[in-house]
């Protein structure tokens, strides 16, 4: 069972591997032909509080680059429905990652003829808001997909980490063939990508039995990535929950908590109401997600934000100019600077826990209704984008956790270690195994099939039940398992999993 002894290694090795609003405020240009203003500054459950500076936190960077063609309205769709909920799986890695995103589009005719129909909409930004902005902001036109070629630009007008802790990933779909670009073949970028650890995921938006589908699978295949076939125009499920409208009502109860200052701050403040209408204009499960995203850690906006900025050590509220404050702050002293800034501190990790109240309430409930609408959900583009990041991220040390439910007389029916859920009165067992890097000898092994599961739980009783229930579920969603659960069950030791 080699996943038991691959978790037992990282857990000996975590210390180790933790090593349409206005126009934009005036920024810093960057460098190369498609130079554009830079914004400094970015769950379901997530903890809230203090964080680390950036710089001390594992980087996961992400290069979305969509073709933009008359053909992919559908792409676009789905980009805007599920940016927030692919951010939120993402919230659940620990240890927590610096999330940085980069937007570029390809194969439209209103880019510049010169740069291949290719161009950075945005550069690598903590601010999501900035990358919902540029998504709505998105419009087909054309053309001619050049998937070398934007590759090309990813891969040198984004300033991407130095670090080979960092996870750097580029995410490129489209659905026309992807070898049209003679001058920048895929395979010469694709190559030149990977040797600076730069992972390419090609998602082709058609029949997995076209023509042309074997050469997106090439461009995964040579820069490490994963490859998947989706309908562009089907397959995004959105589910309404009961849970919705307060997390709405939440949503815009966050923004009141937020302190703008310097001269970003009016322009943040702003495009964070305008990214809350444009979620409004999708559905109520959109607003839902993303007001999940604002309550947690992944949503940051030092930039603009005092609350946030002081949770960042670097940052000295002395050195911020009494003109650059909210109105309500200037001709204090420090210390009545601080508290005012420590009420709205205190206003927003009461809010914040009643967002990861309400968006486990929702998230159980959406969990329900995808059992029964699965069919559709495994060609989606969201589904795609998020097993490829898990996968990826897994293997430069980041977990993934699923929270099982609370018994009702409080003790957890089981403990999560790395990707394994074990029985909580087997489980100092288990941690003595695994510092030894040894396994368990199990009395029953039971198959990961619908019959194998539901005679497990069959055997359990209602508290365990119940949240065993809860962890197979969510595992089947994200169509991913790379461990299983264990159970102490009658005296016996039982596996349910692929691997053992």
């Known amino acids: 069972m ?122 690598f930004t903590e601010d999501l808001d900035e990358i919902s902005r540029q998504l709505f902001a998105l419009r087909t036109n054309g053309g001619t997909e050049f998937v070398g070629r934007v590759l090309r630009e990813a891969g040198e007008q984004l300033e991407w980490t130095a670090s080979d802790h960092a996870l750097k990933l580029v995410v490129v779909a489209g659905n026309e063939s992807a070898d049209q670009d003679q001058t920048f073949r895929y395979a010469d970028v694709c190559k030149g990508l990977i040797s600076r650890g730069i992972m390419v995921n090609a998602i082709y938006c058609g029949n997995p039995a076209d023509e042309i589908a074997p050469g997106w699978r090439e461009v995964a295949l040579l820069a490490d990535g994963h490859y998947a076939a989706i309908d562009h125009n089907n397959g995004n499920i959105v589910i309404a929950s009961p849970f919705d409208d307060k997390l709405a009502e939440l949503s815009s109860a966050i923004n009141t908590t937020y302190l703008a200052y310097g001269e970003k701050g009016a322009w ?31 949503y940051s906006n030092e930039h603009w934000d005092l609350v946030d900025a002081c ?20 001709g204090k002293t420090l210390e009545q600077k601080q508290a005012i800034i420590a009420e709205m501190a205190g206003k927003r990790e009461a809010i914040q826990k009643e967002i990861a109240d309400y968006s486990a309430k929702r998230q159980a409930y959406v969990n329900e209704e995808m059992k029964k609408q699965q069919s559709g959900a495994d060609r989606s583009f969201d589904a795609a984008l998020r097993q490829a990041i898990r996968a990826q991220a897994m293997s430069k040390g980041f977990e993934f956790k699923v929270q099982p439910p609370v018994n009702e007389a409080g003790p957890i029916a089981f403990v999560q270690r790395g990707d394994w859920w074990v029985d909580a009165s087997y489980v100092d067992e288990y941690d003595a195994l695994a510092a030894k890097s040894e396994r368990p000898t199990f009395d029953e092994t039971v198959p990961n099939t619908p019959a194998g599961r539901e005679a497990l739980l069959a055997r359990l009783s209602e508290s365990q039940r119940k949240a065993a229930q809860a962890i197979i579920d969510q595992m089947l969603m994200l169509s991913y398992w790379g461990g299983g659960l264990i159970v102490r069950l009658d005296g016996k030791l039982i596996c349910l999993t692929f691997d053992c």
């Open 2 to 123: 080699n996943a038991f002894r691959t978790t037992a290694l990282m857990l000996l090795t975590a210390g180790a591997l933790a090593a349409g609003a206005a126009s934009p405020p005036p920024q810093t240009a960057e460098r190369g032909r498609n130079a554009i203003p830079r914004l400094h500054g970015l769950s379901v459950f997530p903890p809230t509080g203090r964080l680390p500076d950036a710089a001390l936190r594992r980087t996961v960077e992400l290069a979305i680059c969509l073709d933009t063609s008359g053909s992919m309205d559908g792409l676009i769709e789905a980009a805007k429905l599920k940016l927030w909920d692919i951010v939120n799986d993402l919230a659940l890695a620990t240890p927590t990652p610096r999330l940085r995103v980069a937007l570029l589009t390809f194969g439209n005719d209103g880019h510049v003829a010169e740069d291949g129909w290719v161009r950075v909409d945005s550069s």
């Open 268 to 298: 943040g403040a702003a495009n964070q109401v305008q990214q809350d209408a444009n979620a409004q204009t999708l559905s109520s499960a959109v607003v839902a997600a993303r007001c999940s995203t604002k309550g947690g850690v992944l």
């Open 311 to 330: 949770k960042q050590e670097s940052f000295k509220l002395a050195d911020v100019k009494d003109e650059d404050l909210p109105e309500s702050m200037r």
